[in-house]
């Protein structure tokens, strides 16, 4: 089985900084690609930045420049450092990994549970 397990999501005034963790538990062969999503109520989950397992990455136009997307593939985490920070930012924050396991080696998608991110004065 594996697990995401997110956490650094809170309320934090406009301007402001938040830094997301999510690390990977489980009988892990390999860790590829990572990420960060997030869905804003009534909307439809976006995609916010991806890392590659070399350190490539991508993100969404809404938040380059404010947004770091980092990994440690030593602890199979990845982070999201998030700074000036807009009410729009305002979403649940899913983590997403591509994943082998050593138990069929099947390449595989997971999600975390989601972490809330709230941006409001």
């Known amino acids: 089985q594996v697990q995401l397990v997110e956490s650094g999501g809170g309320l934090v005034q406009p301007g402001g900084s938040l830094r997301l963790s999510c690390a990977v538990s489980?009988?892990?062969?390999?860790?590829?690609?990572m990420g960060w999503y997030r869905q804003a109520p009534g909307k439809q989950r976006e995609l916010v930045a991806t890392?590659?397992?070399?350190?490539?990455?991508n993100y969404a136009d809404s938040v380059k420049g404010r947004f770091t997307i980092s990994r440690d593939g030593a602890k199979n985490t990845v982070y999201l450092q998030m700074n000036s920070l807009k009410p729009e930012d305002t979403a649940v924050y899913y983590c997403n990994a591509a994943v082998r396991t050593y138990s069929d080696l099947i390449l595989t998608n997971y999600w975390g549970q989601g972490t809330q991110v709230t941006v409001s004065s």
């Open positions: 489980g009988i892990i062969f390999r860790v590829y690609n």
């Open positions: 890392i590659t397992s070399d350190g490539s990455t």
